[in-house]
């Protein structure tokens, strides 16, 4: 060890207080949701009398079972769609490399910093015209379309390393395009799929503005959404707020947890492409 | 899941090319590669190209949403530019790219370096997932968390008064000059953990003997990060820096639900302009022409971040 001990204390000392403040947030809330009901706490200190009753009222109000069937309906809607259509792309581009493909290239990363809030006024009245304006398909459809320029990059980087010759011998045994796509690459694929998956499910769980403004019923939203929907009708009820809150984390709480390693390596890796 | 299977399998009647004259081959294998990028490029083109084009339609009319559009030319950008409350909120986004970028990448690469070289078992792994966890929940939730931590009876008062600081405890999002800071004291604590990890994984990845030879040498923690890590990371630093940037440009969530623009418009950024400009105002026309402006200035504050990391890079 050529770090000095001090510094090795000192050092530690200072991550572990950067931690306690990155946590402080989630106890305050957290303790805030055991004081009665309707009362105004202060944010840390344990209640006389913790009120756990308080996360059962707030499941109910917050219409929880309806919330997380709509989150998981519109994830599952938009994920796989969006892998598969986006790999196919990228398999094309990135690997067929037809004439054509480098302006579709161009064209997709022309999309990669588009800001939701530059498009979400147009999209609000397409969505009117073609009446999907106010279901779940109301963020589905957009979402696909919006995450098809960081997609199709992502899995460009992929198809553009690999070797031609797997392909050349699959086709002298006669597979078509189809089927070498299908049968060899797309199972080959499942390592940059599985990341774009999860970044792709992070997103979609935590969208907000498109469920804001194009979906007006809370149990048709994402989760995100539903929280902003939750949040205007309870803002004065600050320990049911807090309960509700922590609710509807639990979920994301739960599954980062439990797949924090493919989560992190996912996101980071998703920044650094992108 | 409609899209899982498309109608018809691009390529089920395509053989190997070879067994075609060359001139055909060549256009059946284009036909193939553009059936293969359609699906893509149609949802992309419907849901994305074409609202962008309608916004910059939109941005050239007086619109009310409902009743007939009529033709202003580029008086919308005008007005814009000219009015202090809307240009104000583009001014106020690039104050916030002060807490969302600069504080959280310069704080990211130091605490990274710190856990690098203090911190390599279990404490680094668990500072990582900790401090990545605020990256995970949805902005609106961090909003609604901060909203109630700034709050008069909020922790922040409260550790302040604990402190003996209770002369300047105050609701933090509802004063005029304190509104703005706040809403980036919010960015810093979503953003700060994002760039910290980035900047960790990138130092344990590259090469381990650049760092053990410079504490063979005794090099201290200032020359190490400033001769070894700043150089090495610049790549991943371009990165963090487009990731905020991006992140405080196009604020929304986190403002619309911690002080919905205000007090007065002091925290108002595009986003949320644009918002209340459509949707509550009905001014569609100069909503659009602030989301094109919006969209315009992102591209030019990334572009050159792109260029500046990829250069140095190669």
Known sequence: MTVGRGEVVTGRALLVALMVLTLLPFVSIFTTALYPSGTLPRGLGWPAQPQWGNFVQAFTVANMTALLASSTFIVIAVVPAALVISTMAAFAIGLLRFPGSRALLFLFVFGLTLPFGGIIVPLYYLERAVRIYNTRAAIVLPLIGLYMPFAVFWMRAHFVNLSPDISEAARLDGATTWELFWRIHFPLARAPVTSLGILMAVWTWNQFLLALVLVEDPTQRTMAGALGAFQGHYATDVPLLCAGTILILLPTLVIFVLFQRQIITALLQGAVKG | MRMVRPEN???AAARSSGAFPRGRARRRGIAIGWLFVLPALAMYTFFVLVPLLLSIQYSLFRWDGIGPMTWVGLKNYATVLQVPDLLGTILNAFKLVLFFSLV?????????????RVASGRLGAAARTVLFLPQV????????????????????????????????????????????PAVGLIGIWVLLGFCTVLLATAMTNRDPGLYESARMDGAGWW??????????????????????????????????????GGPGNSTAVPGIQIYILAFTEQRIGVASALAVLLMVLVLLVILPIQRLSRESAG
């Open chain 2, 104 to 116: 959280p990448v310069g704080l990211g690469l130091v605490v990274a370096s710190l856990m690098h």
């Open chain 2, 9 to 11: 399998p691009p390529a």
């Open chain 2, 137 to 180: 929940i949805p902005l609106v939730a961090a909003g609604i968390i901060w909203g109630w931590l700034l709050a008069l009876p909020g922790l922040v008062n409260q550790v302040l008064r604990a402190l003996g600081l209770g002369g300047i405890t105050r609701a933090w999002l509802g004063e005029f000059g304190w509104a703005l």
């Open chain 2, 223 to 260: 020359r190490e990060f400033l001769s070894i890590t700043v150089p090495l990371l610049r790549h991943e630093v371009g990165v963090c820096l487009t990731v905020t940037v991006i992140a405080a440009l196009a604020a929304f969530d986190i403002v619309y639900v911690s002080t919905a």
